[in-house]
């Protein structure tokens, strides 16, 4: 049976919230819940950016805590003020964690120990949402996963995300606190950090610079809307049932040359911008999950996959201060396939 919670009138913990989907979810709440309060907890690593939460920052719903979630007394007085924890913050880019690990196991496994670790002694929080990913599955060329199917995730950064997924169902089931863990497909839309494929591809073009399409470009994703996947994880808060994975995607599975093509078409760009270069080592050939969990729940996705591509390209064109800030970071902003040749030589 599901459950019913509400968020109306509550304070809830987002960690990672200055990050691309963090943010983009702290929106949606002040949005559609009025008399909800936000306490984001972001590190504000390269991938966490202020600007993305600059309309609400002085919103009295809202309060920003730069801190890390390793940090054990922090995170203890944070937990005492809220009633909810959604949990974003991670390393969360498959390229940096070929190139260095480290980082992704202290924060994405250690960081959500210390989390769950505290929500011992947190009893008034009623629900901690953990934010997984659909990539702890493995690649598979047919087929779908469902929520319990086994986990072969196949880079550092999935394999630290596996990790911690089941370090919070462990969690659940020895000490009985309220987790649910959701695995979402890729995302896509506004404020997501321009390393990552589509804003990559959307502002390069832009610049008129190469696109680098890894291998042959027959990778496959499944492109979920990241205002979608916030409607889910809504609905999963609402109405999930404790211990439970969801999967969350569009079914929506494009591969990447054939979103490169639509991206230089919206942009009127040539397609002689196509660049294409070595592969991602260990390249996941195809995520695709079964949904039909979350859909039971009454969620669907709602925007279609050509118009919320055209909102994102136009956000992107509209918006070039906002990511030309972070691309002319240049010391801090690295073309993980240039390392790539220069590591293979
Ligand atoms: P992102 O890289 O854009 O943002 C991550 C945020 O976490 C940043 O603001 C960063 O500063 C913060 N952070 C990192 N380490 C921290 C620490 N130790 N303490 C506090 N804050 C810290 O990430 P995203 O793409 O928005 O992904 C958010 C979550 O969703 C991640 O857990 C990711 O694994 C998961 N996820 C992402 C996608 C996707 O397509 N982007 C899909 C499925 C799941
Ligand atoms: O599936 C969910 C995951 O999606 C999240 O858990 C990760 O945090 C998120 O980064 C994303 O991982 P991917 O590796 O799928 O996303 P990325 O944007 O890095 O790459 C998407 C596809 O595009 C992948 O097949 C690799 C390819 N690619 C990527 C980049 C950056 C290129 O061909 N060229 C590029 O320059």
């Not at 760009?269 to 991602?280: A, E, T």
Request: glycine share 6%; aromatic share 14%; charged share 30%.
């Amino acid at each position: 049976m599901a459950e019913t919670r509400s968020l109306e009138g509550k304070t809830l913990l987002v960690t990672g919230g200055a990050g691309f989907i963090g943010s983009n979810f702290i929106h949606y709440l002040l949005k559609n819940y009025p008399r909800t309060k936000v306490i984001n907890l972001d590190k504000l690593t390269y991938a966490g950016n202020l600007d993305n939460l600059k309309d609400i920052e002085k919103d009295p719903r809202y309060e920003f805590i730069h801190g890390d979630i390793r940090d054990r007394k922090l995170v203890q007085e944070v937990f005492k003020r809220v009633q909810g924890v959604v949990h974003f913050a991670a390393e969360t880019h498959v390229d940096r964690s070929i190139l260095d690990a480290g980082e992704f196991i202290l924060t994405d496994v250690f960081g959500t120990f210390v989390l769950l670790d505290t929500l011992k002694s947190a009893p008034q929080v009623e629900f901690f949402l953990h934010i997984s990913t659909d990539e702890v599955y493995g690649s598979r060329e047919k087929g779908y996963f469902k929520e319990d199917a086994s986990l072969s995730p196949s880079s550092p950064y999935a394999a630290s995300k596996a990790g911690a997924d089941r370090l919070a169902y462990a969690y659940f089931v020895t000490y009985n606190l309220p987790i649910i863990i959701l695995r979402p497909s890729n995302n896509f839309g506004p404020f997501q950090y321009p390393e990552k494929f589509i804003p990559l591809f959307v502002t390069n073009a832009l610049e008129a610079k190469p696109l680098p399409l890894y291998g042959k470009g027959t990778n496959v994703r499944d492109w979920l809307y990241v205002e979608d996947n916030c409607r889910a994880i809504d609905i999963v808060i609402q109405k999930g049932k404790l211990g439970e994975v969801y999967n969350i995607g569009a079914n929506n599975e494009v591969a990447n040359i054939t979103i490169a093509e639509k991206i230089v078409s919206l942009l009127e760009k040539p397609r002689s911008l196509f660049h294409f270069v070595p592969d991602r080592l260990g390249h996941d050939k195809r995520y695709a999950l079964d949904c039909r969990k979350i859909h039971a729940l009454g969620w669907k996705p709602e925007r279609e996959f050509e118009e919320a591509l055209a909102l994102t390209v136009r956000w992107y064109q509209e918006n070039p201060e906002w990511w030309k800030k972070i691309k002319e970071r240049s010391l801090e902003f690295k073309t993980f396939y240039e390392e790539y040749y220069r590591n293979r030589k």
